[in-house]
């Protein structure tokens, strides 16, 4: 009966990390969503990104398929999860840089 019960915690341990890997990946879905939200659509054309129309699109729809299907693993999520990264690493420092005060 031991071996049954090791099995059960090995699983219940490996839907923890699932499920916290999730919406670890879905926070930050949201913040490059809300990021990109918050920005002046004069900002991606001069720092030569794509529009804050496209960038919304690809974020937004990032977003909804994490909701929907919620499995790290999935394709949806992989593809979402470079999507928000890509945004937060690239185009988010180029936007700063365009639109910080003097």
Request: aromatic share 10%.
């Amino acid at each position: 009966m031991s071996g049954y019960a090791g099995r059960v915690n090995v699983f219940a341990l490996e839907s923890m990390i699932l499920l916290v890997a999730s919406l670890a990946l879905l926070a930050v879905k949201i913040w490059a969503f809300v990021d990109a939200l918050s920005r002046p659509a004069e900002a991606y054309v001069a720092a030569g990104k794509l529009t804050k129309q496209a960038w919304l699109l690809i974020l937004g729809l990032t977003v909804a398929s994490s909701l929907v299907w919620s499995s790290p693993l999935s394709i949806f999520s992989i593809v979402g999860t470079v999507a928000a990264f890509v945004y937060l690493l690239d185009a988010k420092p180029a936007l700063a840089s365009v639109t910080r005060r003097r």
